[in-house]
């Protein structure tokens, strides 16, 4: 695309080589000056700790063909002296690279059925249920979130964030829908959003699963998150909507969004006549019998793994979800029944009549929701729940407290580290033990393996152990930087040598 083209798209002032736009050819867009290379255009923006102005002449030295900046970076770049190629400032730069990288990748979103997934908890489950939902249909579909960016075996592009950054995310989206994508489901956050990631975007479906504390060190408050989960919800960004509203968030959403939305509910009735359960819901789930019913415009039967509030809101969300972009309905339950995801709940050994099982939760509400469904789930009177869990370092802290006072509800909780990153692990693990409940039977060991062993050697027939943050990561995040740690298979090596048994099929 001729840089001329490009400006005359975006607006802008341009200098200080105007004359030169008809001739240069813009092959890409990049924000980092390491990965910039000969005719891509660098954009400078405004970063949480320094300007990416200031990293100019590294960018033009790999080839940069233009700059494009703010105020700020321009008045950065001319102090720089002797950067000559073309500077381009707008108002908004991150929102216009956003554009500008969808213009480069010829606009891939708009021959694709888009379905975007925002919320706290849930997310990646709801977005690998609906692409499952899709693929029975016979609808082509891939998926972009935290576990990667994945297209059936044709397409595997690994991820550093829930949303990638548009510079990688449109070139994405044009290789899915090169090799065949007719829908993607994508994991959008909060941050995403506020970052104008997803800028020239206009989703066919948006998901909200809900809120809960997370995030906080990003957000000044709740208000504020709530803001930045609801712009997806505007008719920029958005055609329509499926909203859970379990919590007051989503009630509130629901009625304040700007688009059509279908509403689910998925506090669990029990079998009654029909004017005895709710109807403040499009969509609501009840129970009949040992079944799970998901009412709305008729009754479809459904299945989880584990009968949680949370699970059963991400089958309920995704069914419908899947629903309203035209798979039928019994072939959404039937699907989303059968969709199992990586660290999500994932059941790696059910040896010595025990399961064992890995899930991401790391979220104050999150921790207790997995706990409490375990509680619900385990074997007889004697059965207990067995908690592994720890908090990231150089994150939130302050709902630290509140992971620990949720993962005390279990029987027997080991405190251990998570990710560590640069912070001192063992001030992470006094902010969760700060908030364990009087009288609960709490363990800290700091090494990870070690409380995965010890939790296995305590479990016995009718328990279920539960090992919560961290999911399908294969690594953990220390200060002397990433370790290999895979909660699976170090559970699975456990279970092994303590039953001289492998784990579930399809488990590493």
């Known amino acids: 695309m001729r840089l001329a083209e490009l400006v005359e798209s975006i607006g802008g002032a341009v200098g200080p080589s105007a004359p030169q736009l008809g001739d240069i050819e813009i092959v890409g867009v990049s924000l980092s000056s390491s990965s910039t290379d000969s005719g891509v255009l660098f954009a400078a923006l405004p970063g949480h700790r320094t300007h990416g102005a200031r990293f100019v002449s590294d960018a033009v030295g790999r080839g940069a063909a233009a700059i494009l900046t703010d105020d700020q970076g321009r008045e950065i770049i001319e102090a720089l002296g002797d950067v000559d190629v073309p500077v381009i400032t707008v108002f908004d730069p991150r929102s216009t690279m956003s554009n500008v990288a969808s213009m ?28 499952s939902a899709l693929d029975a249909q016979g609808v082509q579909c891939g998926v972009i979130g935290t576990l990667g960016s994945h297209f059936g075996d044709r397409v595997s592009v690994p991820s550093a964030r829930t949303t990638p950054e548009a510079t990688d995310l449109f070139p994405i989206l044009r290789t899915f829908r090169d090799a065949g994508a007719q829908a993607v489901v994508m994991e959008v956050s909060s941050i995403a959003l506020c970052e104008h990631r997803v800028d ?3 989703f066919d479906t948006a998901v909200f699963t809900g809120l809960s504390h997370d995030h906080l060190d990003y957000h000044r408050d709740m208000e504020d998150y709530f803001a930045a989960k609801s712009q997806l919800f505007d008719p920029e960004r958005a055609r329509g909507g499926v909203v859970l509203v379990d919590d007051e968030w989503g009630v509130r959403l629901a009625r304040e969004a700007s688009i059509p939305v279908t509403t689910v509910r998925t506090t669990v009735n029990e079998r009654g006549s029909d004017d005895q359960f709710n109807e403040d819901a499009d969509w609501t789930v009840r129970r009949r019998g040992n079944e799970l019913i998901l ?25 419908v979800t899947a629903h309203t972009m035209g798979v039928a309905l019994d072939v959404a339950a039937g699907a989303v029944s059968r969709a199992r995801v990586p660290g999500r709940m994932e059941l790696v050994s059910d040896l ?9 939760a790391h979220t104050p509400d999150a921790v207790e929701q997995v706990v409490r469904g375990a509680l619900e789930q385990r074997v007889g009177e004697s ?13 939130d802290p302050h709902k630290r407290s509140g992971m620990g006072r949720a993962a005390s509800l279990a029987d027997v909780t080991f405190i251990t580290d998570d990710n560590p990153r640069s912070e001192d692990p063992q001030r992470i693990r006094a902010g969760v033990l700060a908030g364990v409940r009087d009288g609960s039977d709490v363990r800290e ?3 990870r393996r070690q409380a995965i062993a010890e939790a296995v050697e305590l479990a016995r027939a009718g328990d279920v152990v539960l090992l919560l943050g961290k999911g399908h990561e294969a690594t953990q995040e220390r ?6 740690f895979d909660d699976r298979e170090v559970l699975a090596f456990f279970v092994g040598r303590r039953f001289g048994g492998g784990s579930k099929e399809g488990v590493t």
């Not at 480069?104 to 692409?131: D, F, R, W, Y």
């Not at 200060?479 to 290999?484: F, K, S, T």
Request: hydrophobic content about 50%; proline content about 3%.
């Open 104 to 131: 480069l990748a010829g606009h891939p979103q708009e021959s694709i059925s888009m379905v975007g997934i925002t919320g706290t908890n849930g997310k990646t489950t709801v977005a690998h249920m609906v692409q």
């Open 200 to 202: 020239g975007i206009c």
């Open 445 to 447: 060991i700091a090494s």
């Open 352 to 360: 010595g009549g025990i399961d064992f099982i890995v899930d991401y």
């Open 383 to 395: 059965g207990r729940v067995i908690v592994v869990v720890g908090a990231g370092g150089d994150r």
């Open 295 to 319: 009412h709305g415009v008729r009754d479809v039967a459904f299945d989880v793994p584990i009968s949680a509030g949370f699970a059963l809101a991400n089958a309920a969300l995704a069914i």
């Open 479 to 484: 200060a002397e930087g990433l370790v290999p």
